[in-house]
């Protein structure tokens, strides 16, 4: 197997299990709907300008 991460640095990769999800989420609770409220709002002031910039085209 050639080591295509050498270029990196990383003289032993290493093969992980893969990690499956088991979490579902309910966004009709309130919790849920507080969870996208957040999100959203971390989102708007992260991007801003980048908003502006779309709202003006």
Known sequence: MK???AK???TE???RPKVK???QLD???A???RLVHVETQRILL???NT???LASL
Do not use: A, M
């Open 51 to 53: 908003f502006k910039r």
């Open 8 to 10: 990196y640095g990383v």
């Open 3 to 5: 080591n295509e991460l």
């Open 31 to 33: 919790e849920g709907q």
């Open 13 to 15: 990769p290493i093969n």
């Open 46 to 48: 992260l991007h801003q």
């Open 21 to 23: 999800p088991v979490k």
């Open 27 to 29: 966004l009709d609770t």
